[in-house]
């Protein structure tokens, strides 16, 4: 009996110090922890911009297929949607009228969208030019520009208050109407292209659609913006060495 608790004793103690053994042996090692970033997780894939070409019903065209997971990328790509549904949903309202009144061959029913993208970077930023020419009955169409830039550091959209000190927006204003005023495109004569009235009222923030490149600061106008029809939609550069102290 003695020998029976005797040898129970021991086995007790053994068990206790493999416990404290293996729980030492734990506290010992060295505690591994991934490590997670938000690199890691958002491998950001970059842009590249195709054409599909649109045949529906009541309107054709083509369209900029853009891929990449980008923010810049992303709103391109909404944007683009956005204005062929716009312009889907006008076309399916108004094409099968017009086709029963003057015929299903005529060139006042034949709507179509022609709506083109490209990439233009500087050190900094990214920016993705979308031109759109629209059809909609009558005897011409339209013109229309829509730029998206981002800073390549964060890939967050900017405005020209990002790039333009705030307290030299005004003289950026003034600038950019005495280039518009002074612009004679080749062939043009002497008279302003532009409608000074027009350019008069522009303020900073009418400059929404902007790019940049290693050399220029370039600014968008949509047919009509500012000019006539026949002047078009059209970009106006501005070289970085001549407004550098207006840059942040």
């Not at 980008?70 to 716009?86: H, N, P, W």
Request: proline content about 4%; some cysteine; glycine content about 6%.
């Amino acid at each position: 009996m003695k020998c029976m608790k005797k040898s129970l004793m021991i086995l007790i103690i053994l068990l206790a110090i493999g416990a404290g053994a293996y729980y030492l042996y734990k506290q010992s090692r060295p505690i591994v922890v991934e490590n997670t970033t938000v690199d890691d997780t958002k491998d950001e894939t970059p842009i590249s911009i195709a054409t599909k070409e649109i045949r529906e019903e009541n309107y054709m065209g083509s369209k900029p297929e853009i891929t990449g997971t980008t923010k810049l990328a992303i709103t391109a790509r909404e944007y683009i949607e956005q204005a062929v549904k716009t312009f889907g949903d006008q076309a399916n309202a108004d094409v099968p009228a017009m086709r029963e009144e003057f015929g299903p061959d005529s060139p006042t029913a034949s709507y179509s969208i022609e709506i083109q993208a490209s990439l233009m970077e500087s050190a900094n930023t990214e920016s993705i030019i979308i031109s759109e020419y629209v059809y909609s009955g009558g005897a011409h169409g339209s013109s229309s520009y829509r730029v998206l830039t981002a800073s390549k550091e964060n890939g967050e959209i900017l405005t020209l208050s990002d790039i333009v000190k705030q307290d030299k927006q005004g003289e950026f204003t003034s600038l950019v109407k005495n280039k518009l005023i002074a612009w004679r495109p080749s062939g043009s004569g002497d008279a302003p292209v532009v409608f000074p009235e027009d350019v008069a009222n522009l303020t900073f923030y009418s400059f929404t659609n902007w790019a940049l490149n290693d050399e220029n600061l370039i600014i968008y106008f949509s047919q009509y913006e500012v000019g006539p029809g026949v002047l078009g939609a059209f970009g106006l550069p501005i070289t970085l060495s001549e407004i550098k102290d207006l840059l942040l």
